[in-house]
């Protein structure tokens, strides 16, 4: 039993579901190895990484929709299989919610207050409508409404009384109803996940807490491991630096451009990466890419490479949208 409940505390975090594919990507997918080759094999083993997109791209323009149909019903299905996994990461994720959303037609409606009951009669909208058409004034929903509010304001008790009764009459029942919901199987349940949730989520603050502690005791052992080291290891002579050419010394204290510009964006408050355009941008919306694309725009080495925003749309799409092989592929890294 105690072990049971232990497990029961140990919080298990939830993963989140992967992504839905849309069809053009699950036909680049398919077809990425293939068109990868006949480049390698046609340009003897030289090709550029976008033209692997550009070829997938047009193949895929010229599929009639018969033949695109196929993709089109994996990736519904793939919709689907992500909304329900999704639907069953947010009851993992929040328990007590879900609980509460399944059972909300069984839980008493707290009782409406007299001045919301005043402003939501229909014969006192109606009268307030009237006096603001009578005054030449608009009488609109939202100006009914100021008028509502204010003809409650300098009401007088006999106005406010049939209102006021109802209202206390409501709240009486309101008590009754929960005392009544409260009382059951499912108003249980529900506690019963809420005490189980925060349970976990202390659990999960204490594992937190404990492992700051532990990395914090080991960086002063650290430190002292390092000046140990320090003092054991002896002090290099010193030899003169050799003098470089001016215009080589100026040239290597110049900031490159990249940098000029990734240093101007952060001092003026902007994100730095390279401009955008908004065909670009509305190009990688639509094949679901522009974070992605944003990512990569704003990665140093890729803003200072010199390459196109196109360029770099080109190498999400060959790498299916991941920005890490896309970097290596702009960059030249294997």
Do not use: C
Not at 27 to 46: D, I, P, Y
Not at 52 to 72: F, G, Q, T
């Amino acid at each position: 039993m105690a072990a049971s409940a232990a497990t029961a505390a140990t919080p298990v975090e939830p993963t989140k579901p992967k992504r839905p594919q849309s069809a053009y990507f699950l036909f680049a997918n398919e077809l990425r190895e293939q068109v990868t080759k006949e480049l390698k094999e046609r340009g003897e083993g030289k090709f550029k990484f976008g033209d692997v997109a550009k070829e997938i791209s047009s193949r895929w323009a010229a599929l009639s929709d018969e033949e695109k149909k196929p993709y089109e019903e994996r990736a519904a299905a793939d919709k689907q299989r992500h909304a329900e996994e999704f639907r069953a990461y947010l009851e993992a994720s929040d328990p007590a919610g879900t609980l509460r959303r399944r059972y909300e037609h069984l839980m008493p409606r707290r009782p409406t207050a007299a001045a919301a009951r005043f402003q939501q009669d229909a014969a006192v909208r109606a009268k307030a409508e009237a006096q603001l058409k009578e005054a030449g004034q608009e009488a609109g929903p939202r100006q009914v409404d100021a008028k509502v509010k204010e003809m409650w304001k300098h009401a007088g008790e006999e106005v406010r009384r049939p209102f006021e009764e109802q209202a206390a009459k409501d709240k009486v029942d309101f008590f009754l109803k929960q005392k009544e919901w409260q009382a059951t199987a499912e108003f249980k349940e529900i506690e019963a996940a809420e005490k189980l949730q925060e349970e976990r989520a202390k659990a999960a603050e204490a594992e937190e807490k404990a492992k700051a502690e532990k990395e914090s005791a080991k960086t002063p052992a650290k430190r002292a491991k390092k000046g140990e080291k320090a003092a054991e290891t002896p002090t290099p002579k010193s030899t003169p630096a050799k003098r470089k050419p001016a215009e080589e010394a100026k040239k290597e204290a110049a900031p490159s451009s990249a940098a000029k510009r990734t240093r101007t964006a952060a001092k003026d408050g902007a994100e730095p990466g390279m401009f955008l355009d908004a065909d670009i941008v509305a190009e990688a919306a639509k094949l679901e890419l522009e974070g992605a694309l944003r990512n990569l725009a704003g990665r140093p080495e890729v803003a200072g490479s010199g390459k196109k925003p196109s360029d770099l749309l080109a190498a999400l799409k060959a790498s299916g949208g991941l920005v890490n092989p896309a970097k290596r592929a702009l960059l030249g890294q294997s």
